[in-house]
Nanobody, 120 residues
Framework: QVQLVESGGGLVQAGGSLRLSCAAS????????MGWYRQAPGKQRELVAT???????NYADSVKGRFTISRDNVKRTVYLEMNSLKPEDTAVYYC??????????????WGQGTQVTVSS
């Protein structure tokens, strides 16, 4: 059973910073992509940033230059450094591990979500 445990969310003022972490646990042979998505009230879940096992990264246009995704493959942990936060960044942030190879096959997994609230 694969679990993703997120941490680091909270309340911050506009212009502030937060760092999210997501650690994968379980009997895992490999993880292809790890990333962050977010869902604001009344909106669809959207991609924030992803990082592949080869080191390539991808960001939503709305966060480019402000957010940085990084990954520790040994610890199976992905981080999201969020700077210059804006009220529109307020959302529940979800971690996703994509194409996770376990004894049960290859599947995607999601974390439980962590709330990020940016006050104006």
């Amino acid at each position: 059973q694969v679990q993703l445990v997120e941490s680091g969310g909270g309340l911050v003022q506009a212009g502030g910073s937060l760092r999210l972490s997501c650690a994968a646990s379980g009997i895992i042979f490999s993880i292809n992509a790890m990333g962050w998505y977010r869902q604001a009230p009344g909106k669809q879940r959207e991609l924030v940033a992803t990082s592949t096992s080869s080191g390539s990264t991808n960001y939503a246009d709305s966060v480019k230059g402000r957010f940085t995704i990084s990954r520790d493959n040994v610890k199976r942990t992905v981080y999201l450094e969020m700077n210059s936060l804006k009220p529109e960044d307020t959302a529940v942030y979800y971690c996703k591990a994509g194409l996770v190879r376990t004894i049960a096959g290859i599947h995607d997994y999601w974390g439980q979500g962590t709330q990020v609230t940016v006050s104006s």
